[in-house]
């Protein structure tokens, strides 16, 4: 054989061999595209998770905030024990991730959110909310328990009132709000019925004589130190233009102050009043709540009053303009035969430019009152039973806040 065949041979041979390659190459086609589609069932902001019949919606917000407060404190006898300041610079986070789709029960929800804060030299991430509902029944980590959400909170939109001394009315009025659930609700024509239990994730309730012998702050719970766990009801009614709330806990760990029995019920109703009709985007709102003789999770930590026998509260919410609103707010808390009793006040603003949509600016001025508080400074413990303290407050609050 030449160097001629040769060559020619070994040429047609690579060919022969690279033709069989390229018969086997393997050739990856697109998959037709699927573009998210809008999933208008449940409102706004929905859409389809690809390739499935279930909806998404993702939202939350992002706030950052200033507030300066003045205490001037002073014995029962009106002699000046101290004037104090406080500052609070902090943020929040939340981002609520909201799934529902449709079965042979009815809507199937799972509702999660994830809320990040930092307040002055403090910081903390945790889960808020994970909760799951179909056909009236709900289970899972609640935000807010019954006792708070069923009330809506204070029925207007308190972006503007976030003060330490007054309860913020737009995160939740108590010392806890967290709780977790099971409850079932039954609905009709403007009327529901819910019944439950839950697992409280702190309590105040279980000290025997003062709110805070054990020191100021609450003790975990865990549903209670015997494993016992809250039971509650509650009632909605709907007409016109008027919404009435009723809910009524039993605390498990109430210590009542007349007697040795632990075990002890909270009630609280409220009613909105929709004015919209006789006063641009009008809405008065009204409170009232007690626990009666007992020491309950649920009606505690007003401003310095630890454990008031009583709360109402009054708010109101009206349009100034189209971008500008306006609330105000008035509280008085009433303590028992070791408290004393106080109010407290407050007036603000919510702007919301329509040129950035999605942004509120915020500022408020608040003030208030608590006469014969308990802080335990004759004692030296706080919270040791003893009225020795009165308080005077004024402060002021601004914040921004990006809605999403």
């Not at 702190?202 to 004589?209: P, T």
């Not at 016992?228 to 039993?250: E, L, M, P, Q």
């Not at 070791?338 to 006040?345: I, L, Q, R, S, V």
Request: aromatic letters at 14%.
């Amino acid at each position: 054989m030449n160097i001629k065949s040769f060559l020619l041979g070994s040429a047609a041979a690579m060919i022969a061999v690279n033709g069989a390659q390229a018969a086997d190459a393997i050739v990856v086609e697109p998959e037709p595209v699927e573009y998210v589609r809008v999933c208008d069932a449940y409102g706004s902001g929905f859409f389809f998770i690809p390739g499935t019949e279930t909806c998404i919606r993702l939202g939350g917000f992002v706030r950052s905030s200033y507030e300066k407060d003045y205490l001037d404190i002073s014995n029962t006898a009106g002699v000046t024990t101290s004037e104090e300041s406080r500052t609070f610079w902090g943020q929040r986070a939340r981002l609520n991730v909201d799934v529902r789709n449709e079965t042979d029960y009815g809507t199937l929800r799972a509702l999660y959110r994830l809320e990040a804060g930092d307040s002055n030299t403090d910081a903390d991430i945790d889960m808020d909310i994970a909760l799951i509902s179909l056909a009236g029944f709900r289970a899972g980590f609640a935000g807010a328990n019954y006792w708070t959400s069923n009330h809506n909170f204070a029925g207007v939109n308190f972006q503007a009132i976030g003060s330490a001394f007054t309860p913020n009315v737009d995160e939740g009025w108590y010392g806890f709000d967290d709780a977790t659930i099971f409850d079932y609700t039954w609905s009709v024509d403007g009327f529901s019925i819910t019944v439950g239990v839950e697992d409280p994730r702190i309590s105040q309730a279980g000290r025997a004589v003062s709110p805070n012998t054990a020191g100021n702050g609450n003790n975990t719970n865990s549903g209670g130190a015997d494993g016992r766990a809250n039971f509650y009801a509650g009632a909605n009614f709907t007409y016109d233009k008027v919404t009435v709330a009723f809910t009524a806990v039993h605390d498990s760990l109430a210590v009542s102050q007349t007697d040795s029995g632990t075990g002890g019920w909270a009630y609280k109703v409220s009613a909105d009043l929709d004015l919209s009709e006789y006063v641009p985007g009008g809405v008065l709102h009204g409170m009232f709540m007690t626990d009666e003789n007992y020491r309950t999770d649920y009606v505690h930590n007003w401003g310095g009053l630890y454990d008031p026998e009583y709360i109402w509260q009054a708010s109101f919410q009206s349009d100034v303009t189209d971008e500008l609103q306006f609330v105000a707010q008035y509280s008085y808390a009433d303590g028992d035969d070791t408290e004393g009793d106080g109010w407290n006040a407050g007036i603000g603003l919510n702007y919301f430019p329509s040129a950035a949509p999605g942004l509120s600016l915020n500022a408020s001025y608040k003030f208030g009152e608590i006469e014969n508080a308990d802080t335990g400074v004759a004692g030296g413990v706080a919270g040791d039973g003893i009225p020795d303290t009165n308080i005077e407050m004024n402060g002021w609050f601004v914040g921004v806040r990006r809605n999403f």
